[in-house]
């Protein structure tokens, strides 16, 4: 495992190097009478070919900036499920054929989660872990995303989404993630947590034939 992050890491920043060009954002340090550039962020141009959210450079959410991460879309320290007594249930979970009740018509497949409380208090504080497998190529990415400004009230049932995270109760998704770039089957495990409540996870496999938006 060691090896396979080592040899992902140094791939990694070959292709930021090559793709860096003039684009990229830079520091300039000063050795005497050499100039020294130093690449500080990851340039958009090999962000989608990375597979990384060009509007986060913290893209699977672990606390460790992406150039400085060698596996930008893997949390390498997993969220530790909270404890405590239930307080919420995942109810469903929706991967694609997803129906936006507003518009009234087919939305993008996006992860879609609905949420039912099962208590008398209001639940702040959650945080989302999802992991989403490709079996055919032997990949897997997962996601830390907390849930700002979301709380989920007594005794509701609410619907949460990740997708380009403009609506209320809409959070960003990375949009280069192999959610919506392979057409494999692909396998996902979601774990919620709320601080004082145990966490809660359900699961569900994506029918091969990728992310598919509404005609």
Do not use: W
């Not at 619907?159 to 998704?173: E, L, M, S, V």
């Amino acid at each position: 495992m060691k090896q396979t992050k080592i040899i992902g890491l140094v791939l990694f920043l070959s292709v930021i190097v090559i793709l860096s060009g003039c684009t990229a954002p830079q520091k300039t340090q000063y050795n005497g009478s050499n100039q020294v550039k130093t690449l500080t962020e990851i340039p958009d141009n090999a962000k989608k070919l990375l597979g990384l959210d060009p509007m986060s450079n913290d893209t699977d959410g672990d606390g460790v900036d992406d150039l400085n991460d060698s596996t930008p879309t893997f949390a390498d320290v997993p969220l530790q499920a909270s404890t405590g007594p239930v307080g919420f249930r995942i109810q469903s979970i929706l991967v694609e054929n997803n129906y936006d009740e507003a518009a009234k018509q087919a939305a993008p497949d996006h992860l879609e989660l609905v949420l039912q409380s099962t208590t008398g208090k209001d639940i702040g504080n959650l945080t989302v872990y999802y992991i989403i497998t490709d079996a055919k190529i032997n990949k897997t990415e997962s996601y830390i995303k907390p849930l700002k400004g979301f709380v989920l009230k007594a005794n509701e049932i609410r619907t949460i989404h990740f997708d380009a995270g403009q609506k209320p109760d809409h959070f960003r998704a990375n949009p280069n993630s192999i959610y919506y770039t392979t057409k494999d089957e692909l396998n996902f495990t979601v774990t919620i947590n709320a601080d004082g409540y145990e966490a809660q996870t359900i699961q569900v496999k994506k029918d091969a034939g990728g992310a598919e938006s509404p005609d």
